[in-house]
């Protein structure tokens, strides 16, 4: 489903973010990016939304090199992938019904579809009561269920989650831990960013460690070992 | 199509009246621009205004010899009518010209004594020729002089005026100039100013622009609501200047009428007054749409 090919991403002669990286990551599949900071796990996610080009190799999604897709069919590519950030990234003008309801109505989906959806994803995340606050007046754990909310509220192919644990206490990463894993039961292919190592060791899933930009360790069921 | 349409502009609308306060900066930096615009459109009718009074001023006079026949001075008065360069011509016949003296000077007893002293009318029939515009002038004076009208005529003061009417046209012409340069120069001030506001305002949700892009929204779906805001803004502000505008010239024009008698500025303002309000909501929607435009521009590129 995702190919990473001898992916190479290089900002500057002293800032080298990735370095001949490749792996291949099956459908629903659930696989955690570990390594320290600046060990190159968000620039890896960055090149498979289209944010950033690599330096040298290729990227593919679902048999497409994602860097021979144009601009102007960016946007239709990226919504066939979820995504959640550490720092939440909702739009801090609209209501968290409204955040959700705007993943759906990028892809053009009905009213009915929206008054429909939005609701059962609010409960799915467990933020019903919340659906007419701003993300202001959320906790983070609020947010960031907002966040994977409107992540897989259009039923993505793969949900990328950068730290999304990263600002959370325990409890809470534990609660948005157990719900990315209930998504990629669902049928959806996770992607997980962090390097919370009780995280890592309590899921037995498989691990792909990046240490200075590069593939040091690729396991099924792996640990967080650095 | 229509779905995507009626998101935008609803999100425009609730945009607008979410972030009140950059809207209300907007809509004040347009007040400006517009009130300007409409300044510039009243101020070109007045100096129109101005400009023709001052050129009604400037004419000159043929005499005619005093053994010359009505009937040959009307002649000539044909020809004249002929040249595409003349507005308009009067005649003052020489039993006019002496009322004229004697109206203009019968409170002058020494005056009077002298016009007594001569014993007959001393003044000569004459044509007044006004022109289209004072660099006219030259032409005129220059058929007057070919032989045909030269046996007839005594003199053209024309060569005594002239340096009154080349002033005049020297001063119209230039204050035409100036006001054309003006314009432009405050045209191209407003036009940065509203650009520079506008993109204040865009440049606080850049990052959500950029998060619009990451979860899959379309250029014209997230620049959408914000020509839609731009708009609002410009509609508000035209409106806000057309009462304002309306106010003040009802306001001051009885005081400038004081300086420019005939110059109704309020008038001017109500024949205008469709013109005017094109003007004014087109300024202001037009810059309030590319000001948008051209300051999500730059944060689209993600």
């Known amino acids: ?226 | 199509m229509f779905t995507s349409l009626r998101r935008i502009i609803k999100s425009g609308f609730r945009g607008f009246f979410r972030d009140g306060g950059l809207m209300v900066a907007t809509i004040f930096v347009l007040i400006l621009v517009i009130t300007l615009a409409t300044s510039l459109f009243l101020f070109s009718g007045v100096s129109k205004f101005i400009i023709a009074l001052v050129e009604e001023k400037a004419d000159i006079s043929v005499y005619f010899k005093e053994d010359v026949m009505e009937i040959d001075i009307f002649e000539v008065r044909e020809e004249l009518v002929k040249i595409p360069e003349v507005k308009g011509i009067k005649y003052i016949s020489q039993e006019r010209a002496l009322d004229d003296f004697i109206e203009r000077h019968k409170e002058n007893p020494v005056l009077m004594a002298s016009l007594a002293e001569v014993g007959h009318n001393p003044f000569l029939a004459s044509l007044n020729i006004m022109a289209f515009d004072p660099g006219q002038y030259q032409n005129i004076v220059s058929f007057l002089e070919t032989p045909d009208f030269t046996t007839l005529v005594e003199k053209v003061d024309y060569y005594e005026r002239r340096p009154v009417i080349e002033r005049i046209f020297s001063i119209t012409s230039t204050a035409n100039k100036v006001f054309i340069f003006l314009s432009i120069i405050l045209a191209i001030v407003a036009i940065l100013v509203t650009f520079n506001t506008t993109r204040l305002a865009i440049y606080n949700t850049r990052e959500e622009i950029k998060i619009q892009r990451l979860v899959g929204a379309g250029s014209w779906f997230i620049r959408g609501p914000f020509l839609i805001q731009g708009i609002l803004a410009g509609i508000l502000a035209a409106l806000i200047c057309l009462a304002l505008i309306s106010l003040a010239t009802w306001f001051l024009s009885p005081r400038i009428e004081v300086f420019f008698p005939g110059l109704n500025i309020f008038e001017f303002f109500s024949i205008n007054l469709w013109q005017i309000i094109l003007i004014q909501f087109a300024t202001g929607i037009l810059l309030g749409i590319i000001s948008s435009f051209l300051a999500t521009r730059k944060y689209l590129r993600v």
Not at chain 1, 37 to 60: D, N
Not at chain 1, 138 to 148: F, K, N, V
Not at chain 1, 196 to 208: A, H, P, W
């Open chain 1, 1 to 226: 489903m995702i190919s990473f090919q001898h992916v190479t991403k290089i900002y500057s002669c002293n800032s080298i973010a990735l370095e001949d990286v490749s792996f291949d990551i099956k459908e629903k599949e659930f696989v955690s990016l570990v390594g320290k900071s600046g060990a190159g796990k968000t620039t890896l996610l960055k090149l498979l939304l289209a944010e950033e080009k690599p330096t040298q190799g290729k990227i593919f999604f679902e048999g497409k090199n994602v860097n021979e897709i144009k601009s102007t069919r960016l946007p239709e590519f990226r919504r066939e992938i979820g995504s959640v950030f550490q720092d939440y990234k909702l739009l801090s003008s609209k209501t968290t019904y409204e955040n959700i309801a705007y993943a759906l109505e990028v892809v053009g989906a009905s009213d009915q579809e929206v008054a429909r959806d939005v609701p059962k994803v609010l409960e799915i995340v467990g933020l019903t009561e919340k659906a007419n606050n701003f993300p202001a007046e959320l906790s983070g754990g609020e947010r960031q269920r907002a966040a994977i909310a409107r992540a897989l509220i259009h039923r993505p192919e793969v949900i990328l989650a950068d730290e999304p644990t990263g600002n959370l206490d325990p409890y809470h990463s534990l609660d948005i831990i157990q719900l990315l894993l209930k998504i990629q039961e669902m049928g959806t292919t996770v992607i997980l960013a962090t390097h919370n190592k009780e995280v890592i060791n309590s899921l037995e899933k498989r691990v792909i460690t990046l240490e200075k930009g590069r593939v040091i360790r690729d396991e099924e069921k792996g640990r967080f070992i650095l």
